[in-house]
């Protein structure tokens, strides 16, 4: 966890960019994480170690970042998860509402999800 952490948190950070997700979502990404941790942890990712909920969920969002940017071009696979999903799974709803919601369980079935597309199973 120590070794992962800094790279993770950096991963995490630059994603939550890309997409364009507010730090309260971000924070809700994370599994709640409070205004203090969080700024603390967004600036200065070197001297943080994660719990392994933490590093499971990025990691869950690192491979749904990959898999957005193998199926879509860089534009859409940046807005994806902000857009309203006609898919059973999202009823209507962003992703992004979909994960914030449902925790790392939600996470994990995006990424399969994604997986699946990719065809990478």
């Known amino acids: 966890r120590e070794r992962l952490s800094p790279s993770a948190l950096k991963a995490f950070f630059n994603m939550m960019d890309r997409w364009g ?24 990712p070197e ?26 071009g860089q534009p859409l696979a940046d807005a994806w998860v902000r857009l309203p999903n006609t898919n059973r799974i999202f009823g209507g709803q962003a992703p992004l509402a979909y994960m914030i919601k449902g925790g790392a369980p939600a996470m994990q079935t995006v ?9 990478g199973v």
């Open 111 to 119: 990424r399969r999800l994604l997986d699946a597309r990719r065809g």
């Open 47 to 72: 001297t943080r170690v994660l719990d392994a909920d933490k590093l499971l969920r990025i990691s869950y969002l690192v491979g749904i970042f990959k898999a957005l940017n193998i199926l879509h």
């Open 21 to 44: 997700v507010r730090d309260e979502d971000a924070r809700q990404l994370l599994g709640g994480v409070t205004n203090g941790p969080y700024y603390a942890m967004k600036k200065h």
